[in-house]
């Protein structure tokens, strides 16, 4: 090959070279493509968040708002997680992850690694187990709280919870000093939010004693509608015979109204009062000095008054029958929602 041949070959590696670069620029940016490298940096989410195996790739994992997590790297508006505090200690990712930087904020230098305290809903909790009440997140120990302890809660940091007050006589008081739990060991017993009333409407309940059925129905502007049905069990409509008692128990007709509604997360007791304690279903239990049952009327309840309630049972064979002392029976979780879409004053309707 001559000089100007070869001067040729090198002029023409070089505008292939060129046209490469220029074809890189002109595509999706390098910053789009390759991780920038940066700085490392304590980072929390701000709000419910998917973790990705890559950028805009398959959902891993989802993370909860106030989770502390690690990155030195970028790509875009994607930030790979190098390390998060599963139980308040780093630990390294141990496969790829990363997270939209939109849900996430840099935490103060301050205290990089500790989980940063935010409020929450006001909730009330019940704990599922024995556990050491400390005057911070890891603190030191106060003292100790049972199993079944309530107390309120207005903030958290990390997985611990700050005790606003408890009911130590059965009524609420704020609490004095700091003390916090373990989250894990706290369940949240906050009655669930009512089904909102449109305007201009009104709510009532019926139950048909012909079908053992009983309807809420919602009236608004001359219509009506039927939001929710269910099998119950009703009054025996008869009376005991003298030797077992003799009481006559009913489920009468008529208009009644929803006096209070009663729940109760540890679930509603019942006793066997003087007036039943003749009937043989309850000899055996009185016999051996048991006279009340934990839990047995179900979570909710709604007193309509002439000591008739709407209330949860555990005999589902007793649903579609005429067997109670007059009460109005139903799956619990029917009489959860029967319960979210009354409010006392409500009407209840009770008709053959």
């Known amino acids: 090959m001559g000089l100007k041949g070869l001067e040729r070959t090198i002029w ?8 490469g ?17 940066m700085p490392p940096k304590t980072l929390e989410v ?24 690690t990155s030195d790297r970028r790509r875009g508006d994607w930030v790979r997680v190098t390390g998060h505090f599963p139980h308040a200690r780093w630990r390294p990712m141990t496969e790829a992850a990363w ?12 205290a990089p690694k500790r989980p940063v305290r935010r409020s929450v809903s ?18 030191r120990e106060i003292t100790r709280w049972s199993a079944g302890r309530r107390f309120t809660v207005r903030k958290r940091q990390g997985k611990w919870l700050k005790v606003s007050g408890h009911f130590p006589d059965g009524a609420w008081e704020p609490m004095d000093g700091s003390r916090w739990v373990p989250a894990e060991a706290a369940r949240d017993i906050q009655a669930p939010e009512d089904i909102p009333l449109p305007y201009g409407a009104e709510r009532y309940i019926v139950v048909d004693k012909s079908d053992f059925e009983l309807r809420v129905v919602q009236e608004r502007e001359g219509e009506l509608e039927v939001l929710f049905a269910t099998e119950v069990g009703l009054g025996m409509d008869d009376c005991l015979p003298p030797e077992q008692g003799g009481s006559c128990y009913y489920t009468e007709t008529g208009e009644y109204h929803v006096r209070w509604r009663i729940y109760e997360p540890e679930g509603i007791d019942w006793c066997i009062p003087d007036s039943m304690a003749r009937e043989p279903e309850y000899a055996a239990d009185l016999a051996r000095g048991k006279r009340c049952f ?13 000591s008739y309630a709407i ?42």
Request: glycine share 12%.
């Open 311 to 352: 209330h949860g049972t555990r005999d589902l064979e007793s649903l579609g029958k005429k067997a109670t002392h007059g009460c109005i029976r139903a799956r619990p979780q029917a009489v959860k929602t029967v319960w979210r879409y009354m409010r006392e004053g409500d009407r209840v309707v009770i008709q053959e």
């Open 294 to 306: 934990e839990g047995v009327l179900g979570r909710f309840a709604l007193n309509i008054g002439k």
């Open 122 to 139: 006001p909730g009330t909790f019940s704990l599922t187990r024995e556990v050491l009440v400390r005057d911070g997140p890891g603190g």
């Open 21 to 37: 670069a220029v074809s890189v620029q002109a595509g999706t940016p390098v910053t789009e493509t390759v991780p920038v490298h």
């Open 46 to 69: 701000v709000d419910t968040a998917p973790v990705l195996e890559a950028p805009g790739g398959a959902v891993r994992e989802r993370w909860a708002a106030g989770t502390l997590l």
């Open 12 to 19: 023409l590696l070089a505008a292939a070279l060129l046209a």
């Open 99 to 110: 997270i939209h930087r939109s849900l996430i904020r840099r935490v103060r230098p301050a």
